[in-house]
């Protein structure tokens, strides 16, 4: 994992920028989380096949142009077929790309992915959905979204939780209701 992503993970995006090789030299999970279009559809270009790699810690170039809020690199990484139901295999979150989005809370690449064909109700390794995680951050936006194409308010994770149950507030439990 370069060091520029590694300052992305960290929530110092100035240093990471700062850090981030020339675009001739990134890899594709570097090009996906810092928008380098360019170089992502040289990549792409050159080996489809990439558009379904995982990095080092277990995340496809689809969760890190997400978790970059890299819109234009995460259309291009699916029109290129990357995996919308890819579980990341890491040890922080293994998560769709989705649940990415709504971990950053991001409407927009939400969206985007259920447009490309998401599932709204897709699982994560704990059994969660995106609107369990929508409902712990008391994103009313997302929430609304993802109730709107059709997410599940009565769907347990493997706790047996639904979302309402691990809603924060007040507020967040009655959209849930």
Do not use: C, W
């Not at 080996?47 to 142009?65: E, K």
């Amino acid at each position: 994992m370069s060091d520029a992503l590694q300052a992305l993970y960290a929530g110092d995006r100035p240093r990471a920028l700062l850090l981030l090789a020339d675009d001739d030299e990134l890899s594709i999970f570097d090009a996906a989380a810092f928008g380098r279009v360019h170089r992502l559809r040289q990549i792409l270009e050159e080996d489809p096949g990439q558009a379904r790699a995982r990095s080092q810690d277990g995340f496809t170039a689809l969760h890190l142009a997400i978790f970059g809020h890299e819109e234009a690199a995460a259309s291009l990484l699916i029109e290129h077929g990357a995996d919308l139901e890819a579980l990341s295999t890491g040890d922080i979150a293994r998560v769709p790309p989705l649940g990415t989005a709504v971990f950053v809370r991001s409407a927009p690449l939400a969206r985007l992915l259920l447009d490309a064909g998401a599932d709204v109700n897709g699982r994560f390794a704990d059994g969660s959905v995106a609107l369990h995680s929508a409902a712990i951050s008391g994103d009313h936006e997302l929430i609304g979204l993802l109730l709107q194409r059709g997410a599940n308010r009565s769907i347990t994770n493997h706790s047996g939780h639904r979302p309402y149950d691990v809603a924060k507030d007040e507020p967040t439990r009655s959209l849930l209701a």
